[in-house]
């Protein structure tokens, strides 16, 4: 074998190197509310495409090969949607992004739940004069 010439030497870590880690924001007054509409936003379009997919087969007589499993993966999301539903109203707003993102999950839905209606204007008056800030 071989023997190397050089032997290098790992460079010392002068005080340039070293970066300090960097700290962490805080996170929004509404990130809560934001996430629950992302995941509000996303269990609607499961449970458009499952209502679809349903919707194809549910008044076909006799019923065809794969309607009860169909049938099942309706009811699993549409309850799915219901619960995230749930979440997004309980979660208050605090801001003016807040109530934008409620009226954003309020617009996308095709048939208005008048929960999430309520909870937009519950938090709407709720702000008091002056604290909806951007």
Do not use: C, W
Request: charged share 30%; hydrophobic share 40%.
């Amino acid at each position: 074998m071989a023997q190397a010439k050089r032997v290098h030497s790992t460079p010392r870590r002068t005080t340039s190197k070293i970066k300090a880690k960097a700290k962490r924001t805080a996170p929004g007054a509404d990130a809560r509310l934001f996430a629950a509409t992302d995941l509000y936003l996303a269990a609607l379009s499961k449970y458009a495409a499952s209502a679809l997919a349903f919707g194809e087969v549910e008044f076909i007589k006799p019923r065809p090969r794969g309607y009860v499993s169909k049938e099942r993966a309706y009811l699993r999301t549409m309850e799915h949607f219901g619960k995230m539903e749930r979440k997004l109203v309980a979660i208050r707003s605090k801001t003016l992004d807040g109530l934008f993102a409620k009226a954003r999950a309020l617009e996308a839905d095709r048939y208005v739940s008048e929960d999430l209606r309520e909870s937009i204007l519950k938090d709407l008056f709720g702000m008091g004069r002056g604290k909806a800030v951007v």
